[in-house]
T-cell receptor, first 112, second 115 residues
Framework: GENVEQHPSTLSVQEGDSAVIKCTYSDSASNYFPWYKQELGKRPQLIIDIRSNVGEKKDQRIAVTLNKTAKHFSLHITETQPEDSAVYFCAASSTNAGKSTFGDGTTLTVKP | DAGVIQSPRHEVTEMGQEVTLRCKPISGHDYLFWYRQTMMRGLELLIYFNNNVPIDDSGMPEDRFSAKMPNASFSTLKIQPSEPRDSAVYFC?????????????FGSGTRLTVV
């Protein structure tokens, strides 16, 4: 089955700096890669996703990149703000799998 | 749409009691997932359904756990008998066909405490 590894497990940055979270996956059939943000005490929420036919996608201060050859994808947050502090999960899935495999999460802390 | 609705939000029960968690997925979503989240083990997939049929229950910890989806708008996760180590936040999530290709919408979760 699919295996997703996520790094780092914790990340601390100063407000205004950039943050990068990286994930690798094992199943070459995976073609959909969502990212979720979970604030303390809240539910995980989908913030951005990318499909295998796209190399990069941006939405305001967040962007995702995908390297299918190397089987890795990354989340980039620019101009970080304290409200970006949360746990971020990457995931990978294929149309045939019916489910997403999640990484273990990255706890991002943005210091004011 | 009201999103994925879970009840109760909080449950405190004594060891040995039966606990039933409830979930109403988003209308039109064909997949429903039950997750458990703890600090130690992170986010664990317990079971998921497609068109009300259980597809993979390999994450269910043991026979004390059972899940049903009698129709497209309702699912339950039951623990009987409950134990302190079952204390966790249980999330239900749903997604649309085909499978997980469009991301999950999670419910608010049920925080279960077994004393």
């Amino acid at each position: 089955g699919e295996n997703v590894e996520q790094h780092p497990s914790t990340l601390s940055v100063q407000e205004g700096d950039s943050a990068v979270i990286k994930c690798t996956y094992s199943d070459s059939a995976s073609n959909y890669f969502p990212w979720y943000k979970q604030e303390l005490g809240k539910r995980p929420q989908l913030i951005i996703d990318i499909r295998s036919n796209v190399g990069e996608k941006k939405d305001q201060r967040i962007a995702v990149t995908l390297n299918k050859t190397a089987k890795h994808f990354s989340l980039h947050i620019t101009e970080t703000q304290p409200e970006d502090s949360a746990v971020y999960f990457c995931a990978a899935s294929s149309t045939n799998a019916g489910k997403s495999t999640f990484g273990d999460g990255t706890t991002l802390t943005v210091k004011p | 749409d009201a999103g994925v609705i879970q009840s109760p939000r909080h449950e405190v029960t004594e060891m040995g009691q039966e606990v039933t968690l409830r979930c109403k997925p988003i209308s039109g979503h064909d997949y429903l997932f039950w997750y458990r989240q703890t600090m130690m083990r992170g986010l664990e997939l317990l079971i998921y359904f497609n068109n009300n049929v259980p597809i993979d229950d390999s994450g269910m910890p043991e026979d004390r756990f059972s899940a049903k989806m009698p129709n497209a708008s309702f699912s339950t996760l039951k623990i009987q008998p409950s134990e302190p180590r079952d204390s966790a936040v249980y999330f239900c999530a749903s997604s649309s066909t085909p499978g997980a290709d469009y991301g999950y919408t999670f419910g608010s979760g049920t925080r279960l405490t077994v004393v």
